[in-house]
């Protein structure tokens, strides 16, 4: 066992600075990987997930990882710009889309993005309108300020591109417009869900994750 820990941390050292802060993010967020991998939200080797460590650091995937297998390998430190701390392994190609939540809103504990088939339609569907608005449901209850069914959120729907910055003004034009962003969609890509800790980034996906595809069988049904 103690041979397995030595070992553990050999590896872990080739990524990533070793500190029992990083540590304790890093396995934190490999499982929390993990988890969302079983549910099939992580086809292939798309999402990434990351976690503030402290007030400088950041702990997020390493590119082209499989989320199914995440250990905290195959995590790593990016400091608040998006650069590696320590290693030279390559963070997610949407780093910046998490390090832009962190720094738009300071609280932020965790950012998780993922590629579920709901998400992914849901963003297809509603692309042209911009976003998709749901309401009534109990489970909105679940977000981060809101304490009634009797309410609504609209979730934006982005357009997909490769540039990152390009990608982060859509969002703060969004948010300089005066809308709520509790989550918002990327076009035939997937979902970005954050939270104040992984805990409650992780309860946002699960309700997000519910309520889209909930609205997504209303439309199939046509009601």
């Not at 988890?35 to 999402?47: D, F, I, N």
């Not at 780093?95 to 738009?104: E, F, K, S």
């Not at 579920?116 to 998709?132: C, D, E, K, P, Y």
């Not at 990327?186 to 997000?208: F, K, N, P, S």
């Amino acid at each position: 066992m103690a041979r397995r820990s030595i070992r553990r941390r050999a590896q872990i050292a080739t990524t990533s600075p070793i500190d029992e802060q990083f540590l304790t993010t890093a396995r934190a967020l490999a499982g929390a990987g993990r988890e969302l991998a079983a549910l099939g939200w992580t086809p292939a080797t798309s999402s990434n997930f990351s976690a503030r460590i402290d007030a400088q650091r950041i702990a997020i995937t390493i590119s082209g990882r499989d989320k199914s297998r995440l250990t905290e390998a195959d995590i790593m430190q990016i400091d608040s710009k998006g650069d590696a701390v320590g290693v030279q392994a390559r963070p997610s190609a949407e780093t910046l889309l998490h390090t832009h939540l962190y720094a738009r809103y300071p609280e932020t504990g965790a950012v998780l993005h993922t590629h579920s088939h709901n998400q992914t339609v849901a963003s297809r569907l509603f692309a042209a309108a911009g976003a998709i608005r749901i309401e009534g449901y109990e489970l909105i209850k679940a977000l981060r300020g809101y304490t009634t069914h009797d309410t609504s959120i609209t979730v934006p729907v982005f357009a997909n591109t490769q540039d990152m910055p390009s990608l982060i003004a859509d969002v703060e034009r969004w948010i300089d417009a005066g809308h709520a962003l509790p989550a918002y969609l990327i076009d035939g890509h997937g979902l970005y869900a954050w939270g104040l800790e992984l805990a409650e980034a992780r309860r946002h996906l699960d309700a997000l994750e519910f309520l889209l595809g909930c609205e997504l069988d209303l439309r199939r049904l046509k009601v």
